[in-house]
């Protein structure tokens, strides 16, 4: 408190000192108008939507990004088949792996950058890799020229399934980073750049593929009955309002006072998948989902603003974290500390909430014991990189806020930042 007053200015706005790590990409206003202006037809409808903006000619609807994925390892008959994906990422796709009755095989980045380059993907893939799921983490573009030729020449034939969870809508020069894959899937669950509240898109090229993953969701998961809906309104609702400002900070107090939702960020001890993992997604989200991709250029734009923002105003102060060979589109926006819990309490203590990424050093997690320890670089990340707010509506002067803060933190405890 003491030190927040000490530096808090307030400026010609006014805006409170208090700066939430995210807030919920649709308003109030969608999620109602989701609700009460459903039409029947509203999946096929956001599918070819969302296939077309992003250049593939299929779309498959689902519950999470994991469910599509889980359902193209099944339909392409994949058992005991070996997937490559990077160590730090989000674990549900490792899980959605093995769940399948398949292998996961993991690549280590560099240790300083996320992202898997293209070196390591070549010393982790061999000729028995059967699917490789390349990972553009925090909408930070990977090489895809030098990708795409380390797969053509260790692993041709590979299916190229592209993880668009974070990456939505990369370019290379001026095609569409996925545009060379064999099928790409998207997350819109809780913390995406845009949120249909629960949800996932698998895109897919071939027609007869796409044939068979549709007749096998239609088949295998199943359709919820109508109180679903009204469920999935109510936790859109409280999703909303647990990133309203003075909520988030309660409950980040709360949190940090206490432990009380420690239980939330603790990992179950084997892989699994969510109930509904299989379960279709009801109107509401789909109808959600088509109002958010209206405004996905306009979300994005205000993303990348705000990330330029950051990187000039770090810049000034002789800091740059990340390199890019591309334009980032910022999902979020990462940084590396020395410490990350410590580094994330003493923002707190200016107000501003950074974040814990969700994403994991997947080996040293409970359920891959074989690989623990193998990946340095990936457990490094994990341990020291958290991300800064981004959101739709940040002004300026919450940026400012944010880098000032920081400055000062490092000033005062260069042994953490
Ligand atoms: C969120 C996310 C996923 C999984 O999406 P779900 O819809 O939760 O299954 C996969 N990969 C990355 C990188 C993600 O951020």
């Known amino acids: 408190m003491a030190h ?17 790590k995210t807030k919920s990409p649709y308003s109030l206003k969608e999620l109602f108008s989701a609700l009460f202006h459903q039409d029947a ?11 077309s903006i992003f250049n593939f000619p299929y779309g498959l609807f689902f519950n999470y990004g994991r469910s599509g994925l889980y359902a193209l390892l099944k339909v392409l008959g994949y058992e005991g088949v070996e997937v490559l994906i990077p160590a730090y990422t989000c674990v549900v796709v490792a899980n959605a792996i093995v769940l399948s009755g398949n292998n996961v095989k993991f690549a280590d980045n560099e240790p300083d950058h996320f992202n898997v380059s293209p070196e390591m993907l070549a010393s982790y893939i061999s000729s028995s890799t059967k699917m490789v799921i390349p990972t553009p983490l925090f909408g930070y573009p990977i090489d895809w020229k030098r990708y795409e030729n380390v797969i053509f020449q260790k692993a041709p034939g590979a299916f190229i399934l592209y993880d668009d969870a974070q990456g939505y809508g990369l370019y290379d020069q001026d095609d569409l980073q996925s545009t060379h894959t064999d099928g ?17 898109m698998l895109l897919l090229r071939d027609r007869s593929l ?44 709360l949190n940090n006072k206490t432990g009380l939702l420690d239980s939330l960020k603790n990992d179950r001890s084997s892989p699994s998948l969510p109930v509904d993992t299989k379960e279709r997604p009801t109107n509401l989200q789909a109808r959600l989902g088509r109002l958010q991709l209206g405004r996905l250029e306009e979300i994005m734009e205000e993303r990348r603003r705000l990330a330029r923002l950051y990187e000039r105003k770090f810049h000034e102060k002789g800091i740059s974290f990340f390199s890019s060979n591309g334009k980032p589109s910022n999902s979020h926006f990462p940084c590396l500390t020395k410490d990350r819990d410590l580094a994330i309490g003493a923002l707190r203590r200016y107000g501003i909430m950074a974040g814990y990424p969700f994403l994991k050093a997947c080996p ?19 341990k020291k990189l958290i991300t800064l707010p ?18 000062r933190c490092k000033d005062k405890n260069p042994d953490i930042f």
């Open 4 to 20: 927040r007053k000490a530096y808090y200015e307030p400026e010609k706005n006014g805006h409170p000192p208090v700066i939430p």
């Open 41 to 51: 037809d509203s999946e096929p409808r956001l599918e070819i939507q969302f296939s």
């Open 184 to 200: 790409a899937f998207f997350g819109l669950g809780e913390g995406k750049v845009i949120s249909s509240i629960y949800g996932g």
């Open 210 to 253: 796409y044939e068979e993953v549709k007749a096998y969701r239609d088949r295998e998961f199943h359709t919820p009955n109508s109180f679903k809906c009204v469920k999935r309104f109510i936790y859109g609702l409280g999703y909303w309002a647990a990133y309203r400002t003075l909520v988030a900070y309660f409950f980040d107090y």
């Open 364 to 382: 040293d997690l409970p359920g891959y014991e074989d690989y623990s320890g193998k990946y340095p670089n990936a457990s490094l990340m994990a």
């Open 390 to 407: 981004i959101w739709h509506g940040m002004t300026e002067s919450h940026v400012n806020h944010v880098v000032h803060s920081f400055m």
